[in-house]
C-alpha cells in the first residue's frame, strides 16, 4: 500500500518542485563547492583578476557539470564499477574539448586569456565530486540540476572575487566584454582603449590608484578567506571542529 | 645544462604550481592538516609529474602534433595521466612495499590533481622542448612538494592558537595560502641568467 501510494507521488511530482529548487539553490551558499565543500578550488582562481573571463569560466563549468551529470546519470546503470572513473573522465573530456573549441570560435581573446584553465575543468573536483556523490546515484533529471546548482555555486564565487579583484585591482568592471565600464581609478586596460579622454566621462575618483595587490593571484584567497569568514560569521553550524 | 636548472629553479619558487597558479588546491587544502601525510602526497606529486611531463611531451609531438589531432589533447593527457599513475601504482607496490604504503591512498588521488595536467598543458602553451619540459616537471613537483610541507607545519602549529571560530580551518587555510604566496613573490627577484643558458620570455 505504503508503495503504491510512493509511486503515485513520484508521478505526479513536478519538474520544479521544492525538493528540486532545493537541489539548485542549496550549493549556491549553504552547501557552496568552493567555501563549504572545498572541491575545485583549483583550477579557476587564477581566472579572476577580470570578472568577464570569470564569468566566461563559470558559464563552461556551469555546461560541463549539468551535462556530465547528465550523462554520468544516464549511464550509471551500465558503468562497471572498476572502470567507472576512467569513464567519468573520458565523458568530462569530451565535454570540456566541446567547450574548449566553441570558445576558440566564438571569442578568442578570452580564449588566449583563459588559456589553459579551460582544459583544467578535467580535473575541477567539482565536476567529479559531484559525479561520484550525487549522478552515480540518482535519476538524470535531479542530476541536471544538480550539475547547474554546483556548476552556479562555483561560478558565483568566482564572479564575486573577480568583482573584487577587478574592481580595486583595475578600477574597471567588465573590461573586455561588450559592456565595459570604468568605474573609479586610472583603469589600466586589457584590451579596452582608455587612452581616449572623455570615453567614459569624467570618473569621480580619480585621485584613486590602483591596488597592483588585488591584480596578483594570491588576492583571490584573500578576498575568498574574507567570505568563508563571513559565511560562517552568520551559520555557525558550518564552522569545522578540526 | 644551464637551460635545465634555470627552468627548475623557475618552475619550483619562481612560478610555484600552488601559490602563483594555483594548481592542486583541493588536495593541497585537504591533505595538508600533518606533515607526514603532506610528505606522502608530496613525493607521489613529484614522481608522477616528473614521469607523465616527457611522455606527454612525445606524445604530443610526435602524434598529436604530427597527425594533426590537437584537439584530442585532453582526453589523451588524461588519459596517460591516468594509466600512468595506475602503472607508477602497481611499479611500486612491488619494487617497495614500504614507499607503497606510504603513498597508499595518495597515488590515485593525484589523477585528478590539477597540477599534473595543469603542467602538461603550461608545457604544451609555452612550447618546451624535451629537456625543459623533464626539468618543469621536476621542478613544479618539488615547489607543490615544498609549499604543502609548508603550510602543513604551520597548521599544525595553528591548532594551538586562538583563531575566531569563523575563521578556523578552512578560512585560515586561506589566508595563510596568499600569504605564503605573498612570500614567495619576493623570490621573483632571483635573476635566473645567474644559471647560465638564459633564455628570455619564456
Given at each position: 500500500m505504503a508503495t503504491t501510494t510512493e509511486t503515485k507521488i513520484a508521478e505526479k511530482e513536478p519538474w520544479?518542485s521544492k525538493k528540486e529548487?532545493?537541489?539548485?539553490?542549496?550549493?549556491?551558499?549553504?552547501?557552496?563547492?568552493?567555501?563549504?565543500?572545498?572541491?575545485?578550488?583549483?583550477?579557476?582562481?587564477?581566472?579572476?583578476?577580470?570578472?568577464?573571463?570569470?564569468?566566461?569560466?563559470?558559464?563552461?563549468?556551469?555546461?560541463?557539470?549539468?551535462?556530465?551529470?547528465?550523462?554520468?546519470?544516464?549511464?550509471?546503470?551500465?558503468?562497471?564499477?572498476?572502470?567507472?572513473?576512467?569513464?567519468?573522465?573520458?565523458?568530462?573530456?569530451?565535454?570540456?574539448?566541446?567547450?574548449?573549441?566553441?570558445?576558440?570560435?566564438?571569442?578568442?581573446?578570452?580564449?588566449?586569456?583563459?588559456?589553459?584553465?579551460?582544459?583544467?575543468?578535467?580535473?575541477?573536483?567539482?565536476?567529479?565530486?559531484?559525479?561520484?556523490?550525487?549522478?552515480?546515484?540518482n535519476k538524470?533529471w535531479r542530476?541536471?540540476?544538480?550539475?547547474?546548482?554546483?556548476?552556479?555555486?562555483?561560478?558565483?564565487?568566482?564572479?564575486?572575487?573577480?568583482?573584487?579583484?577587478?574592481?580595486?585591482?583595475?578600477?574597471?568592471?567588465?573590461?573586455?566584454?561588450?559592456?565595459?565600464?570604468?568605474?573609479?581609478?586610472?583603469?589600466?586596460?586589457?584590451?579596452?582603449?582608455?587612452?581616449?579622454?572623455?570615453?567614459?566621462?569624467?570618473?569621480?575618483?580619480?585621485?584613486?590608484?590602483?591596488?597592483?595587490?588585488?591584480?596578483?593571484?594570491?588576492?583571490?584567497?584573500?578576498?575568498?578567506?574574507?567570505?568563508?569568514?563571513?559565511?560562517?560569521?552568520?551559520?555557525?553550524?558550518?564552522?569545522?571542529?578540526? | 645544462?644551464?637551460?635545465?636548472?634555470?627552468?627548475?629553479?623557475?618552475?619550483?619558487?619562481?612560478?610555484?604550481?600552488?601559490?602563483?597558479?594555483?594548481?592542486?588546491?583541493?588536495?593541497?587544502?585537504?591533505?595538508?592538516?600533518?606533515?607526514?601525510?603532506?610528505?606522502?602526497?608530496?613525493?607521489?606529486?613529484?614522481?608522477?609529474?616528473?614521469?607523465?611531463?616527457?611522455?606527454?611531451?612525445?606524445?604530443?609531438?610526435?602524434?598529436?602534433?604530427?597527425?594533426?589531432?590537437?584537439?584530442?589533447?585532453?582526453?589523451?593527457?588524461?588519459?596517460?595521466?591516468?594509466?600512468?599513475?595506475?602503472?607508477?601504482?602497481?611499479?611500486?607496490?612491488?619494487?617497495?612495499?614500504?614507499?607503497?604504503?606510504?603513498?597508499?591512498?595518495?597515488?590515485?588521488?593525484?589523477?585528478?590533481?590539477?597540477?599534473?595536467?595543469?603542467?602538461?598543458?603550461?608545457?604544451?602553451?609555452?612550447?618546451?622542448?624535451?629537456?625543459?619540459?623533464?626539468?618543469?616537471?621536476?621542478?613544479?613537483?618539488?615547489?607543490?612538494?615544498?609549499?604543502?610541507?609548508?603550510?602543513?607545519?604551520?597548521?599544525?602549529?595553528?591548532?594551538?592558537?586562538?583563531?575566531?571560530?569563523?575563521?578556523?580551518?578552512?578560512?585560515?587555510?586561506?589566508?595563510?595560502?596568499?600569504?605564503?604566496?605573498?612570500?614567495?613573490?619576493?623570490?621573483?627577484?632571483?635573476?635566473?641568467?645567474?644559471?647560465?643558458?638564459?633564455?628570455?620570455?619564456?
Open positions: 520544479f529548487r532545493v537541489l539548485m539553490t542549496d550549493p549556491l551558499l549553504d552547501n557552496n563547492p568552493i567555501t563549504i565543500q572545498v572541491l575545485g578550488v583549483c583550477s579557476a582562481l587564477a581566472v579572476t583578476s577580470l570578472v568577464y573571463p570569470s564569468f566566461v569560466m563559470a558559464i563552461a563549468v556551469v555546461f560541463v557539470c549539468a551535462f556530465a551529470n547528465l550523462f554520468t546519470s544516464l549511464l550509471r546503470n551500465t558503468i562497471p564499477k572498476a572502470v567507472r572513473l576512467i569513464v567519468q573522465l573520458v565523458i568530462i573530456a569530451t565535454l570540456v574539448t566541446l567547450v574548449n573549441e566553441a570558445l576558440k570560435a566564438i571569442n578568442y581573446p578570452v580564449y588566449k586569456q583563459l588559456s589553459v584553465y579551460i582544459g583544467l575543468i578535467i580535473t575541477n573536483c567539482i565536476v567529479m565530486g559531484r559525479l561520484e556523490a550525487f549522478a552515480m546515484a538524470p542530476s541536471f540540476l544538480d550539475g547547474i546548482g554546483n556548476g552556479l555555486g562555483y561560478g558565483l564565487i568566482l564572479i564575486v572575487v573577480g568583482f573584487f579583484r577587478e574592481l580595486f585591482g583595475k578600477g574597471t568592471l567588465l573590461a573586455g566584454s561588450p559592456i565595459p565600464m570604468f568605474i573609479i581609478g586610472a583603469g589600466e586596460d586589457y584590451w579596452i582603449d582608455t587612452t581616449t579622454p572623455g570615453q567614459w566621462g569624467n570618473t569621480l575618483f580619480w585621485w584613486y590608484a590602483n591596488n597592483n595587490l588585488m591584480v596578483m593571484s594570491v588576492a583571490a584567497m584573500f578576498v575568498i578567506a574574507v567570505m568563508i569568514w563571513w559565511q560562517r560569521s552568520r551559520n555557525p553550524k558550518l564552522v569545522d571542529i578540526s | 645544462m644551464g637551460d635545465f636548472i634555470n627552468i627548475f629553479i623557475k618552475s619550483a619558487f619562481i612560478e610555484n604550481m600552488i601559490l602563483a597558479y594555483f594548481l592542486g588546491m583541493c588536495s593541497f587544502l585537504a591533505v595538508s592538516k600533518s606533515v607526514q601525510t603532506a610528505f606522502g602526497l608530496g613525493l607521489a606529486v613529484i614522481f608522477v609529474l616528473g614521469i607523465t611531463m616527457p611522455i606527454n611531451w612525445l606524445i604530443n609531438e610526435f602524434l598529436l602534433v604530427n597527425f594533426e589531432v590537437e584537439f584530442l589533447r585532453f582526453i589523451v593527457f588524461i588519459a596517460v595521466i591516468a594509466s600512468m599513475v595506475q602503472l607508477v601504482e602497481m611499479v611500486v607496490e612491488k619494487v617497495s612495499p614500504s614507499l607503497y604504503a606510504a603513498l597508499g591512498i595518495f597515488l590515485p588521488l593525484i589523477t585528478v590533481n590539477c597540477a599534473i595536467l595543469g603542467g602538461s598543458l603550461f608545457m604544451v602553451s609555452r612550447e618546451y622542448n624535451l629537456t625543459e619540459s623533464i626539468a618543469f616537471g621536476l621542478g613544479g613537483g618539488f615547489g607543490w612538494f615544498l609549499a604543502i610541507i609548508a603550510i602543513a607545519a604551520i597548521r599544525e602549529r595553528l591548532r594551538y592558537s586562538a583563531v575566531p571560530p569563523a575563521l578556523r580551518g578552512l578560512g585560515m587555510a586561506f589566508l595563510l595560502t596568499g600569504l605564503m604566496g605573498l612570500a614567495f613573490l619576493s623570490l621573483s627577484g632571483i635573476d635566473p641568467a645567474v644559471f647560465g643558458g638564459y633564455t628570455p620570455s619564456k
